[in-house]
């Protein structure tokens, strides 16, 4: 197991791992672009703080799945 998880990481600094890596970069940007966004207009409502943190990483956690659901590797 972790040997499959070394030669992964390996893979990924190689650039090697992703049949498409622009395209994963992209819908990685965009998942941070949209939990940063939440956070920073939840912050701004005055709401307790660990309550902001909790619900933008809660949405961003499940956007992710969608975003990246056409990510190939190799």
Do not use: C, H
Not at 18 to 45: A, K
Not at 48 to 63: E, K, P, Q
């Amino acid at each position: 197991m972790l040997d499959l998880a070394w030669y992964s990481a390996k893979l990924f600094f190689k650039g090697k791992l992703f049949r498409n890596p622009g395209y994963f970069y992209r819908q990685l940007t965009l998942g941070v672009l949209i939990g940063s966004l939440l956070l920073v207009g939840l912050g701004e409502t005055g709401l307790n703080l660990a309550f902001v943190i909790t619900i933008s990483s809660l949405v961003t956690g499940m956007m992710m799945p969608f975003l990246l659901k056409d990510v190939k590797m190799k």
